[in-house]
């Protein structure tokens, strides 16, 4: 299997919330007309509105390595710095 899965959840300050929500629509939209990019959502917990997770799926390693070092990745790294508490990531398959 070549497809790689991305499971990330992040933490975000409380007071970040909105920005942070604005940044991940900025990157949202980027990614997803990404070659290789076969699917990019950002979610936000409903119990816990601090809470987000990401589920993305590219189509083989090097898609997934030219969104990694791409300069929007870059630059939504940079503005979200000091929004976010924590990333978990982890690497899936499906069954």
């Known amino acids: 299997m070549s497809e790689v899965n991305l499971l990330v959840r992040v933490s975000a300050?409380?007071?970040?919330?909105d920005?942070?929500?604005t940044e991940m629509h900025k990157a949202q939209e980027i990614t997803?007309?990404?070659p290789g990019c076969l699917r990019y959502q950002f979610y936000q917990d409903r119990k816990a509105p601090a809470m987000f997770y990401?589920?993305?799926c590219y189509?083989?390693?090097d898609a997934l390595l030219a969104h990694a070092n791409s300069e929007h990745m870059a630059a939504y790294l940079a503005a979200t710095k000091d929004m976010v508490?924590?990333?978990d990531m982890h690497k899936?398959?499906?069954i």
């Open 13 to 17: 300050h409380e007071e970040s919330i």
């Open 19 to 21: 920005a942070l929500k």
């Open 32 to 34: 997803r007309q990404e």
């Open 54 to 56: 990401v589920q993305e």
């Open 59 to 61: 189509q083989d390693k």
């Open 85 to 87: 508490k924590s990333v």
């Open 92 to 94: 899936v398959d499906p």
